[in-house]
């Protein structure tokens, strides 16, 4: 099973964007998807179609508190849409997680997804834009890395920072966690943003993914009323096409693997 995490220490670049644009797009190609959701906002898990304020949810902080093995299974939700397609829900006091002192707490997240690969295919996990210890939780339990980025000076200087991390994480916890690519999403037709992407080919070359994706609003609606974006037609096709190519990437790592 491959457990692909979305990082960028950056806020707002499109990581939940691009996850669900996956997971949506790995599920028309009929994977079995399990998205994670390490963000404490829980847009992913909105996103997905899970009622966050039932008090009754199960959610990847109790997972996480309770570290035992297959521990996530417990929390498995369907999504609103789609086929096979499964969400850990994620909770505000997740953030709580940041600050635990706990004797080898950084192997939580990877103990309570062990067994997971009996129910799905593939494993996606949405991070919040930081580098801190959700994000590290992720990298431990993640085979592969994807840093989605906008084509902006700032959100570049994440890319370094979190791949700076993803090297902490190989060195001391995860030897075989790899980078699977960097995603360069929301791009818009100006000269600063073809500027970056040329900064981004010539920095980190064969990692980063083709195509780009391109900016457009119906993102943000699609986000707004809980629905993929493959959903909206003609005005979604072309993002819809970048996530497909990009769902194929993902099958591949498994290929590979
Ligand atoms: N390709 C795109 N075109 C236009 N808008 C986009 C695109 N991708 C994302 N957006 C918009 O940009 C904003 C941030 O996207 P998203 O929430 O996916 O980023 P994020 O990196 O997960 O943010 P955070 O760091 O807060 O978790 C949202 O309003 C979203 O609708
Ligand atoms: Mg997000």
């Known amino acids: 099973m491959q457990i692909v995490a979305f990082a960028n220490q950056k806020g707002g670049v499109g990581k939940t964007s691009t996850v669900v644009g996956i997971a949506g797009a790995l599920d028309r190609l009929g994977q079995r998807v399990l998205c994670v959701d390490m963000d404490p906002q829980a847009d992913l898990s909105i996103w997905l179609g899970i009622d966050i304020d039932d008090g009754e949810l199960r959610t990847v902080n109790d997972a996480i508190f309770a570290n035992t093995p297959g521990a996530a299974g417990e929390a498995v939700y369907k999504a609103a849409w789609g086929e096979q397609l499964y969400c850990v829900p994620s909770v505000l006091d997740l953030a709580d997680r940041e600050n635990d002192g706990v004797i080898a707490g950084a192997f939580r997240l990877s103990t309570v997804l062990q067994g997971l690969g009996d129910r799905f295919d593939v494993v996606l996990i949405d991070c919040p834009p930081s580098v801190g210890r959700l994000v590290e939780l992720a990298l431990v339990a993640a085979t592969h890395l994807v840093v989605v980025t906008e084509p902006a000076a700032a959100s570049l200087r994440g890319v370094a920072r979190v ?69 909206y037609g003609s005005d979604g ?14 099958v591949d790592l498994a290929v590979m693997a």
């Open 163 to 231: 791949l700076n991390t993803m090297e902490v994480v190989q060195r001391h916890y995860n030897h075989g966690l790899q980078l699977a690519g960097i995603v360069i999403n929301a791009e818009k037709r100006t000269s600063e943003a073809a500027l970056r992407i040329r900064e981004v080919r010539d920095t980190y070359a064969d990692a980063v993914w083709s195509p780009v994706v391109p900016s457009r609003a119906v993102v943000a609606a699609a986000a707004g009323s809980l629905a993929p974006v493959s959903a």
């Open 237 to 250: 096709r072309d993002v819809t096409a970048v996530h497909d190519a990009f769902a194929r990437k993902v």
